[in-house]
């Protein structure tokens, strides 16, 4: 059985999963993490902003502008709404589909898309692969695409804080493919031991790239691992923003206040491909597709703003036309920007650079002008 401390134990039509948004707009009072509302507006906003990135940079992809990204659409409520939750002196350390996160934490546009560029404007100095963007800043580690090795980095740093008596959480992102690796054992074992204040986010997709959740585990849902590591396990609605926010807000809260470690799986669904690389129609059935489609999690947060008189069309296309009109904006100074330059290879290891580095920098710079 679940342990049912983290929300208030009850009975619902999904069963063991916590859900707050009805499909009429209205919430669970039970359950309901009462946001103000400019937070509800900012979580949607920052949901919206993450999904119109998302095919704005597909398309870019698909021009040759950029040369991979890995979308979420689909996903919005589960990564913004469980990044709302934490506060600024927190960490966060994402898998690979969470720029709406970063975002939220105020890393600029613009840096962002330098880094999908790979360009003179990239904070990390085109040293990284694409996609792989870094908001030290914000709390918020660099991507790491090997699956699952973020979660013992995210275990690390928690354990780091609680060893420092320093206030604040980690949340870690990771998917369900993710649950089948070392990594994860390792990590969940740690921090139950030692009870390192993490939120361990398992966004379950239904798939690892052409792989069902079905061959990731024989055992019953994915939150149920949490008992056997000695901390909480809890399901919750994925496309549900508000059964996002409350979870992981009430986990973190209980990681601060020295009572440990916590598992959220969020059940969501991609909808689009694995990647730029990627064509799901090879592996999956598009009625499948259509059936989550239905509880799109940007429409129900929508419903939310609209039955509480918060939300309408004038508002929905304002914002849709500014976010647009930004991304246009971020992408033309973006791609105004120079090449990385050569010397930023041969820079950051030695104080002084040896001789073999300067001759080297000399042939990478004539390499650069012919
Ligand atoms: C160690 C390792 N093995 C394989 C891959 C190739 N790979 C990239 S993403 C992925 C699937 C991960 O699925 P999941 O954890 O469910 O996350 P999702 O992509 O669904 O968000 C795989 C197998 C990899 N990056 N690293
Ligand atoms: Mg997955």
């Given amino acids: 059985m679940l342990s049912h401390r983290l929300h208030a134990a009850r009975k619902n039509p999904l069963g063991d999963i916590v859900r707050v948004l009805q499909d009429d707009g209205s919430v669970d009072p039970s359950a309901d993490p009462n946001l103000s509302r400019d937070d509800a507006v900012r979580l949607y906003r920052g949901m919206t902003l993450e999904r119109i990135l ?3 940079m597909l398309a870019l992809q698909r021009q040759g502008r950029i040369g991979f990204y890995g979308p979420s659409v689909g996903q919005e409520a589960a990564i913004v709404g469980a990044a709302m ?30 880094q999908f560029m790979t360009n003179g404007g990239d904070p990390a100095k085109g040293r990284q692969m694409p996609c ?16 699952g090795t973020q979660i013992p980095h995210a275990m690390g740093i928690a354990w780091g804080m ?10 870690v992102y990771f998917g369900d493919g993710a649950t089948s690796t070392p990594d994860f054992h390792v990590a969940m074992n740690f921090a139950g031991v030692y009870r390192a204040p993490c939120v361990f986010f398992c966004n379950n997709n239904q798939w690892a790239i052409s792989l069902p959740v079905s061959r990731q585990t024989a055992g019953a849902p994915l ?32 990681a601060r206040n020295g009572q440990g470690p916590a598992l959220v799986e969020a059940l969501t669904y991609r909808f689009g491909p694995h990647s730029s690389s990627d064509d799901p129609s090879r592996y999956r ?7 989550w489609m239905a509880r799109d999690p940007l429409v129900r947060l929508r419903r939310f703003l609209e039955a509480r008189g918060w939300w309408d069309e004038g508002r929905e296309a304002s914002l849709e036309k500014e976010i647009g009109d930004e991304i246009t904006q971020a992408v033309a100074e973006a791609e105004a920007m120079p090449p990385v330059p050569v010397e930023t290879f041969f820079e950051d290891v030695y104080a002084e650079p040896t001789w073999n580095l300067r001759e080297e920098l000399g042939e990478a710079r004539s390499v650069r002008r012919g």
């Fill in 132 to 147: 792989h963007y870094v908001f030290a800043k914000g709390h918020y580690l660099s991507i790491s695409s090997p699956v």
């Fill in 54 to 56: 998302d095919n704005r």
């Fill in 223 to 254: 939150a149920e691992k949490a008992p056997a590591y000695g901390m909480e396990g809890v399901r919750v609605d994925g496309m549900d923003a508000l059964a996002v926010y409350g979870a992981v807000r009430r986990a973190a809260n209980a």
């Fill in 85 to 114: 939750a934490m506060e600024p002196d927190d960490w966060i350390v994402p898998q690979y589909r969470e720029p709406g996160a970063a975002l939220l934490r105020g890393m600029p546009l613009k840096d962002l898309i330098c």
């Fill in 285 to 291: 059935d598009e009625k499948e597709v259509a059936v």
């Fill in 162 to 171: 609680k060893l420092r008596k320093e206030p604040a959480a980690v949340l």
